[in-house]
């Protein structure tokens, strides 16, 4: 008797200790991913308490430092979250949108006239869109600013 439960616990031990952390794709990338945030980031405990147990942000921050980001931005858009400027869906999408932007540095207007705006649909869309706003902006296709435009009229 003592062995087949002794079997039993191990068979499920065993089972959980394997299970995926969704998005993660194991237990060990997740540990290695949060090894990397908090080096990376350089948040008090507090922060990182908050966050530690949400895998859906801990994945989004990683993927984030696996593309380089500027650590100062991830920290900010962080705070922004924390001091609940930012829901936990705008957050995952500003940090997301800050991957695929190239370097453009987007912020949430919630004051703006939506007449006014562009209606991007999806991440797929946006890309679309920055490399055609990046390649009408670069090499043969530069804009020229005549100097006595810029000047005040008398």
């Known amino acids: 008797m003592k062995i087949k439960s ?37 948040f008090n405990k507090n922060e990182f308490n908050s966050i530690k147990n949400n895998d859906s942000i ?12 500027d650590s100062k931005l991830i920290k900010r858009r962080l705070d922004s979250f924390l001091l609940n400027s930012y829901s ?10 800050d ?10 207007d919630r004051n703006a006239d939506e007449s006014k705006l562009l209606k991007i649909d ?19 296709n530069r804009i020229k600013i005549k100097s006595d435009t810029l000047s005040p009229k008398d």
């Open 6 to 42: 002794l079997f039993i616990f191990i068979t499920f031990w065993f089972a959980f200790s394997c299970v995926t952390h969704l998005p993660f794709s194991s237990a060990k990338s997740k540990r290695e991913s949060i090894k990397n945030i908090k080096d990376y980031i350089h």
């Open 58 to 69: 801990l994945y989004e921050m990683s993927l984030s430092i696996e593309k380089e980001m």
């Open 88 to 97: 936990k869906k705008e957050f995952l999408h500003m940090l997301k949108l």
């Open 99 to 108: 991957r695929v932007s190239n370097g453009w540095v987007f912020e949430l």
């Open 122 to 140: 999806s991440f797929e869309e946006l890309e679309v869109f920055m490399k055609k706003m990046d390649s009408s902006f670069s090499g043969k």
